[in-house]
């Protein structure tokens, strides 16, 4: 939308608590009303109305039948190219979209919204050199050793069959019919 880009944005930035900013901006009239103009010549080239030949519809019918829509299709676009062109020029840093609320309206110099949003904290690092790094000593037994090693065995153990009595420790498989009152069940 080249016709609504200009270097007129007028900008204010309000803090608000924590990291929340309020930002008003303030776009030129004139810009919205040329764009809706240029949109609607382009809607009167292709416009299918009864009782009109294919694009030779009035401009005033065009403007009455399309002109609340384009305007508003407008208005959205200016507000979204004007706002990261104000967070830009501002030097913000958004956390998440903004919740716009329009201020003024038609029949002023300028069309002006309120830009809710929060911004990312500021971090300032310290300089690496003037940091101090304490490492922990640590003293690795031996018996510290044979533990986690006993560790390890017992969770990568195979388990084997054995013709003997079961002990703790061994893994089990059971194979019985069950009965309940005499009848036998799945299970």
């Known amino acids: 939308m080249a016709t609504t880009q200009t270097d007129t944005l007028d900008v204010s930035v309000k803090g608000r608590k924590g990291l929340e900013r309020q930002m008003t901006v303030r776009v030129p009239t004139d810009e919205i009303e040329r764009e809706v103009d240029t949109r609607l010549k382009k809607v009167g080239r292709t416009a299918r109305l009864k009782g009109f030949r294919p694009g030779k519809v009035p401009p005033r019918i065009v403007r009455q039948r399309y002109g609340g829509q384009i305007r ?11 706002y990261a062109r104000a967070v830009q020029q501002e030097q913000l840093n958004p956390a998440g979209g903004p ?5 003024s309206a038609d029949g002023e110099d ?16 310290k300089p690496a050199e ?3 790094v304490e490492i922990p000593k ?3 037994l031996e018996s510290d ?14 388990w084997l069959p054995v ?9 089990v498989v059971v194979d019985f019919n069950g009965t309940v009152g005499g009848e036998p069940f799945e299970g």
């Not at 508003?72 to 004007?82: A, G, K, L, P, Q």
């Not at 050793?145 to 195979?158: F, N, P, Y």
């Open 99 to 103: 919740q716009i609320e329009p201020i």
């Open 163 to 171: 013709d003997r009595k079961s002990a703790a420790g061994d893994r």
């Open 145 to 158: 050793v044979d533990e986690m090693l006993e560790t390890i065995r017992e969770q990568r153990a195979e």
């Open 138 to 140: 640590v003293e690795v």
């Open 130 to 132: 003037s940091l101090t």
């Open 72 to 82: 508003n299709e407008v208005v959205s676009d200016v507000i979204r190219s004007s």
């Open 110 to 125: 300028h069309f002006s919204y309120r830009a809710t949003f929060e911004v990312f904290p500021e971090i300032k690092l």
